[in-house]
C-alpha cells in the first residue's frame, strides 16, 4: 500500500507563487516508485495532468503550465515538488498527487485546493 501526504495548497493572487510537496510513504513489500506527479480538476471539468516526473528525472509538462512550474522529485525522501509561479486564475483547481509505480499500479493524494484570484 501506498500513502500520499501533500501540502502546500491555499489561496494566492494572481502572479503570485505556491508550492506544492508530496510525500509517499509505502511498505517494504510495494515495488518501487516510478513516476510521480501532479494533475488538477476544475470545476465542470475533467482531471488533466500538470506535470510528471519519473525516477530518471524526465519531466513533462502541460502545455498551460510550460515555463511557468517545475517539477521536481528527491527520491531518497520519496517525494514530489511542484513549484508553481505567475499563478492566473485558471490555475484554479483541486491538485492530486499521482504515483505510478513500476509495476503500473497507481495511487491518488486526496487533492489540496488551488484558489488563485485577480
Known amino acids: 500500500q501506498v500513502q500520499l501526504v501533500e501540502s502546500g495548497g491555499g489561496l494566492v493572487q494572481a502572479g503570485g507563487s505556491l508550492r506544492l510537496s508530496c510525500a509517499a510513504s509505502?511498505?517494504?513489500?510495494?515495488?518501487?516508485?516510478?513516476?510521480m506527479g501532479w494533475y488538477r480538476q476544475a470545476p465542470g471539468k475533467q482531471r488533466e495532468l500538470v506535470a510528471k516526473?519519473?525516477?530518471?528525472?524526465?519531466?513533462n509538462y502541460a502545455d498551460s503550465v510550460q515555463g511557468r512550474f517545475t517539477i521536481s522529485r528527491d527520491n531518497t525522501k520519496n517525494t514530489v515538488y511542484l513549484q508553481m509561479n505567475s499563478l492566473k486564475p485558471e490555475d484554479t483547481a483541486v491538485y492530486y498527487c499521482?504515483?505510478?509505480?513500476?509495476?503500473?499500479?497507481?495511487?491518488w493524494g486526496q487533492g489540496t485546493q488551488i484558489t488563485v484570484f485577480s
Open positions: 509505502r511498505s517494504r513489500s510495494i515495488f518501487g516508485i516510478n513516476a
Open positions: 516526473i519519473t525516477s530518471g528525472g524526465r519531466t
Open positions: 499521482n504515483v505510478e509505480l513500476v509495476t503500473t499500479i497507481e495511487y
